[in-house]
Nanobody, 120 residues
Framework: QVQVVEYGGGLVQPGGSLRLSCVASTRMFSLYTMGWYRQAPGKQRELVATIAPETSTNYADSVKGRFTISRDNAKNTVYLQMNSLKPEDTAVYYC??????????????WGQGTQVTVSS
């Protein structure tokens, strides 16, 4: 079992910035695809960004150019730098650690979520 813990949520004004961090307790962190997802009230959970072991990244169209995902394998940590925040970015942000074995068995672990509120 891998523990995933998010840090860094809070209240920020529109146009502001916030950085989320996520630590995963696994010695195989560098082999995991790490991702950030979010869920707004009354909506389904949606992908925000992912970063693969080889550091290729993928972003939702709604955050491209504003959010940046990165990872530090030495610290078992993935980051989400969020700039130019909008009220519609308000959501609970979840970190996900995903690993696929050589025989295509999937393992996926979620954090408990951290609230991000963008409001004046």
């Amino acid at each position: 079992q891998v523990q995933v813990v998010e840090y860094g949520g809070g209240l920020v004004q529109p146009g502001g910035s916030l950085r989320l961090s996520c630590v995963a307790s696994t010695r195989m962190f560098s082999l995991y695809t790490m991702g950030w997802y979010r869920q707004a009230p009354g909506k389904q959970r949606e992908l925000v960004a992912t970063i693969a072991p080889e550091t290729s990244t993928n972003y939702a169209d709604s955050v491209k150019g504003r959010f940046t995902i990165s990872r530090d394998n030495a610290k078992n940590t993935v980051y989400l730098q969020m700039n130019s925040l909008k009220p519609e970015d308000t959501a609970v942000y979840y970190c996900n650690a995903h690993y696929t074995t050589l025989n295509y068995q999937n393992f996926s672990f979620w954090g408990q979520g951290t609230q991000v509120t963008v409001s004046s």
